[in-house]
């Protein structure tokens, strides 16, 4: 990653991409508390545009508030930054990576001389899950691993440290031939993926479980919204593994994954075991929405890199 070329934001200037380094002694490497955002630029017929980039940002910095960490830059100015790293890059696409992290004033877990660094990187990143996924499906597996209990780590913080779980249960799935994790919460109900939420269909309504231990993805949020737009019913509750099982239809969302289908939990099919008609509706949707094809929502959501 470190060697290219491009200009990556940091605490507020353009740096060269290489030149884009911090001390080992940097205190967010030790002990994991910063925050983070992963964002998408998708071209659009009028340009490159950011999706729902505003929703990023304020998600930031309540990750941040929720860690009593100060940014040290107002959302406007990092929206506006955001904007920047995708234009000086001359990206027609870009997956877009905020981050705040504490410096290296200090080590212990008492310092509390730290500055705040902010970055911001944008590259060209394809389809996360496997392009051929998006319409095939992912096969994928409860993990062994519980996602994070509200009162260990809170899970409406995007927190650095918070993702040493999600690999684990990652690096579980994929060393056993599973694309991806599903991990269940400390009660055992389903919470989401590694880095995705979580959606089931069944007898054409649209599950997905509630936000306790799960992050409140834009995705998510953007997916509700497509459903409520069909008068597909979107029900938020408690969900066990095998009602997943059990579902005609399954799919992960995430600002990375997109909409991919789930077609195989725990080694069962789910539904017949191809992408189901809701999932590619939404999908389909989804990235007609992202790409400014899809006015009723594009409007609000979609942010021009350009000037206009
Ligand atoms: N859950 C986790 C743990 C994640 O890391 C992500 C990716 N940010 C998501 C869900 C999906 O969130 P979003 O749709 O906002 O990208």
Redesign the pocket.
């Known amino acids: 990653m470190e060697d290219r070329d491009g200009l990556i934001w940091l605490d507020g200037e353009m740096v060269e991409w290489r030149e884009a380094k911090t001390h080992v002694l940097t205190h967010t490497l030790h002990y994991g508390m910063g925050v983070f955002e992963?964002v998408r630029a998708y071209k659009t017929d009028q340009g490159t545009a950011i999706f729902r980039l505003e929703d990023h940002t304020r998600?930031l910095h309540n990750s941040a508030k929720i860690l009593g960490m100060k940014l040290p830059y107002t959302e406007s100015h990092l929206n506006e930054v955001q904007r920047q790293v995708v234009r000086e890059n001359h990206l027609e696409s870009a997956y877009i990576r905020p981050m705040a992290f504490y410096g290296s004033e200090g080590m212990g877990l008492r310092a509390d001389n730290l500055k705040v660094h902010v970055m911001v990187a944008a590259w060209h990143w394809g389809a996360y899950l496997g392009a051929e996924n998006i319409e095939k499906g992912i096969r994928i597996r409860t993990s062994s691993y519980s996602r994070h209990h509200v009162n260990v780590t809170m899970c409406k913080a995007?927190a650095n440290g918070a993702y040493m779980n999600?690999m684990l249960a990652l690096r579980e799935a994929t060393a056993a031939g599973y694309d991806e994790a599903m991990l269940l919460d400390t009660q055992g109900f389903v919470a989401?993926?590694?880095?995705?939420?979580i959606f089931i269909v069944r007898d054409g309504v649209l599950y997905t479980p509630d936000l306790t231990a799960?992050?409140d993805?834009?995705?998510?949020r953007t997916i509700i919204a497509l459903a409520n737009q069909f008068g597909i019913p979107v029900v938020e509750k408690r969900i066990t593994r095998d009602e997943v099982y059990i579902a005609d239809e399954a799919f992960f969302?995430?600002?990375?994954a997109e909409v991919t289908p789930i077609r195989e939990v725990d080694d069962r099919p789910i539904g017949s075991g191809v992408r189901g008609p809701i999932t590619e509706r939404l999908q389909s949707t989804y990235f007609d929405l992202v790409e400014g094809r899809y006015p009723p929502l594009a409007d609000n959501w979609i942010d021009y890199v350009e000037a206009r």
């Open positions: 992963g998600r995007k999600s989401e993926g590694s880095g995705e939420n799960a992050l993805g834009i995705t998510r969302t995430g600002t990375a």
